[in-house]
Structure formats: structure tokens, C-alpha cells
């Protein structure tokens, strides 16, 4: 009795020393957002239809969104992993829709009608939710060029076929590594018999997160330099006019 007393002892030290670790393991995972409060992205969102069947037809929801001006998302919290968004549509006949929503970058859980957030500074094969069951891993990080300036994105690329309907699907989604924000986004889908293609993009147009200077400040002193030097020469050779004859005797 008393060795099987000491054997349940022992395994239950066991268990309880393999669940410490997993917990452990758990929360070096944890991942935190790149974003803080206070801050916006702005981005333009379009839809493109095509298709060889004459019966067929554009989709209400797809001319819905090329009627947007702009959709804007606002950071308008942070706590842990938990980041709240304010999500604002400008159409163009002057209607704003807005909601709030919640995206959690460790387990990838959300709601709200956006969802393109990941933690910062993750690197090419990093799973971008641990504490999720969707296993997205990261599949390349590269060098983007925007009107901002070059920025390293982190690249995430999904195929996918619906095996009821037939419908494949493939999302190109790019990130800002720092933040952890969608810059760029191509979804497209296309029908079983390949008649109709479906792509929606997602491109930044504007964010306060980074900005870089149209004028390099570095360059300010030289310029100011050549500047005064110009100013200087110009000064001089219109006073030494002025001193000569204008007809020799």
C-alpha cells in the first residue's frame, strides 16, 4: 500500500510538473500588439469582378464597396493582447458607418467587421496566434516601398478550397512588422468552373504611426549653406554692375 501510495504521489508530482511547464511554455507565447492608443490607418478598398457567364452578375456587396471613399481604423484601446478598434466607412454619398471591435493577436479571436491585426515584431514562420487553433504561420518577411517609405512587412499567404462548392480562395495579406498592421491585402476567389474571379484589396493610404520626412532633416544645414553662398555671389556681382559704366569713354 504504501508503495502505491508513494507511485500516485509521484506521478501526480509528474502531472503537476508537466502542466507547470506547458503553462509556462503558454506564456512565453503570449504575444503583444504593435499598436498603441491613438492611432489611425487609413486605407482605399476595392472590389473587382470578372466572368465568361453571361447570366451572371455583380454582387450587391462588391458595388457596395467600391462605393467607398475611404474606411478608417482607429486604436482605440490596448489591454494585453486585446486591442479595440473604431472602424469607420466614408462612402460617397456622405453616409459614415461605424462600429467597434476587438481583435485578440493570440488567439486570433475577434468581432467587428475587421480583423487584419497581428502582434508586433514577428519574424518569417512565427505562428501569429500561439493560443489559436488556426496554426497561420508567417511566410516571409520582406522589404515593401510605400509613399511613406520602405517598410519591412511580414507576408501571409492562405489558399484555401470549399469543398462543398468547389469555391478556391487565396488571401496575400502583408503586415507592418513594428505594428503589426495590415498595409496590403488581395483576396480573390474564384467559382468551381473558373468563370468568375472575385479580388478585394486593401492598400494604406495614410497612418500617423510613421512618417517620413519629405526633406531629409540631415540635409537642412547644407542646403541653408548653398543657399546663403548663392545669395552672397548674386549680391555681389549685382553691386559691381551697378559700380561700372554702362559706356566706356
Do not use: C
Request: avoid cysteine; aromatic fraction near 8%; hydrophobic fraction near 45%.
Amino acid at each position: 500500500m504504501t508503495r502505491k501510495i508513494k507511485r500516485i504521489a509521484t506521478a501526480a508530482l509528474l502531472v503537476v510538473f508537466l502542466s507547470s511547464i506547458m503553462v509556462a511554455s503558454a506564456r512565453a507565447l503570449v504575444l503583444m500588439p504593435g499598436v498603441v492608443i491613438g492611432d489611425y490607418f487609413v486605407y482605399d478598398v476595392s472590389a473587382f469582378w470578372s466572368s465568361t457567364d453571361e447570366y451572371a452578375s455583380i454582387p450587391s456587396d462588391l458595388v457596395e464597396i467600391n462605393q467607398t471613399e475611404a474606411v478608417e481604423i482607429r486604436i482605440h484601446n490596448v489591454t494585453g493582447a486585446n486591442v479595440t478598434t473604431f472602424i469607420a466607412a466614408y462612402y460617397r454619398n456622405g453616409t459614415t458607418p461605424a462600429e467597434y471591435g476587438l481583435v485578440d493577436v493570440d488567439t486570433g479571436a475577434y468581432y467587428g467587421s475587421f480583423a487584419a491585426i497581428i502582434a508586433g515584431n514577428l519574424n518569417a514562420h512565427d505562428v501569429i496566434h500561439p493560443l489559436g487553433a488556426d496554426a497561420i504561420t508567417i511566410n516571409e518577411t520582406v522589404i515593401k516601398a510605400y509613399e511613406s517609405g520602405n517598410r519591412e512587412t511580414n507576408r501571409i499567404v492562405i489558399e484555401s478550397t470549399n469543398a462543398t462548392t468547389g469555391v478556391t480562395g487565396r488571401v496575400d495579406r502583408y503586415f507592418d512588422k513594428l505594428s503589426g498592421m495590415l498595409v496590403e491585402s488581395y483576396e480573390t476567389t474564384t467559382s468551381a468552373d473558373s468563370k468568375t474571379t472575385t479580388t478585394i484589396t486593401w492598400k494604406l493610404r495614410e497612418t500617423n504611426q510613421w512618417v517620413v520626412p519629405e526633406f531629409p532633416s540631415v540635409l537642412i544645414l547644407p542646403v541653408l549653406m548653398a543657399i546663403t553662398m548663392i545669395a552672397a555671389i548674386a549680391y555681389k556681382k549685382k553691386h559691381e554692375g551697378i559700380a561700372k559704366p554702362l559706356i566706356s569713354s
